[in-house]
T-cell receptor, first 114, second 113 residues
Framework: AQTVTQSQPEMSVQEAETVTLSCTYDTSESDYYLFWYKQPPSRQMILVIRQEAYKQQNATENRFSVNFQKAAKSFSLKISDSQLGDAAMYFCAYRETSGSRLTFGEGTQLTVNP | SAVISQKPSRDICQRGTSLTIQCQVDSQVTMMFWYRQQPGQSLTLIATANQGSEATYESGFVIDKFPISRPNLTFSTLTVSNMSPEDSSIYLC??????????FGDGTRLSIL
């Protein structure tokens, strides 16, 4: 079974600085999707960024980028120029291409200090 | 991307009662999913709601406790039956078209007294 591990329960960053959140996963599949979701206190799950495993190029969405290392099964999220609104719980998630269910990591609580 | 409306947003219920949560999507979607998020924890998939057939439940979740309906391609309900304090959680609905990212409703915060 696929598993997703986030080894950092909590992280903090100063406003305007850069922070990296770690995620590793385990799968025997060669093709799959990886996601980062953000959950602020409002509890809404917001899609931050996605990565297709067959793409070598790392995904980027404005201040958010990933470092996808397929051989190492690592998928970290980098947040540049951190803003107070980035404070939230961040979940890494995995999905096979043949199915649609998501497997989530344990989450990383990000605090942004002014 | 699909817009998902979920209600109620929160409720406080008595032990032994049941509550039905509704999930409405603004477009037709192949699959709808129900997740549970216990306090301070990650999301766990309860079941996949299939239109026109029985829902597919994950290990540890049973139909008698969490009956699900999926009458059409835009709507689903999850019932939490015979509630106990251990059922206090956030319940989230999500939907996605094959190979597209899943999007989530705002969740239902359920407290059982």
């Amino acid at each position: 079974a696929q598993t997703v591990t986030q080894s950092q329960p909590e992280m903090s960053v100063q406003e305007a600085e850069t922070v990296t959140l770690s995620c590793t996963y385990d799968t025997s599949e060669s093709d799959y999707y990886l996601f980062w979701y953000k959950q602020p206190p409002s509890r809404q799950m917001i899609l931050v960024i996605r990565q297709e495993a067959y793409k070598q190029q790392n995904a980027t969405e404005n201040r958010f980028s990933v470092n996808f290392q397929k051989a190492a099964k690592s998928f970290s999220l980098k947040i540049s120029d951190s803003q107070l609104g980035d404070a939230a719980m961040y979940f890494c998630a995995y999905r096979e291409t043949s199915g649609s269910r998501l497997t989530f990591g344990e989450g990383t609580q990000l605090t942004v200090n002014p | 991307s699909a817009v998902i409306s979920q209600k109620p947003s929160r409720d406080i219920c008595q032990r032994g009662t049941s509550l039905t949560i509704q999930c409405q999507v603004d477009s037709q979607v192949t699959m709808m999913f129900w997740y549970r998020q216990q306090p301070g924890q990650s999301l766990t998939l309860i079941a996949t709601a299939n239109q026109g057939s029985e829902a597919t439940y994950e290990s540890g979740f049973v139909i008698d406790k969490f009956p699900i309906s999926r009458p059409n391609l835009t709507f689903s309900t999850l019932t939490v039956s015979n509630m106990s304090p251990e059922d206090s959680s956030i319940y989230l609905c999500s939907a996605g078209i094959r190979n597209q990212p899943q999007h989530f409703g705002d969740g239902t915060r359920l407290s059982i007294l």
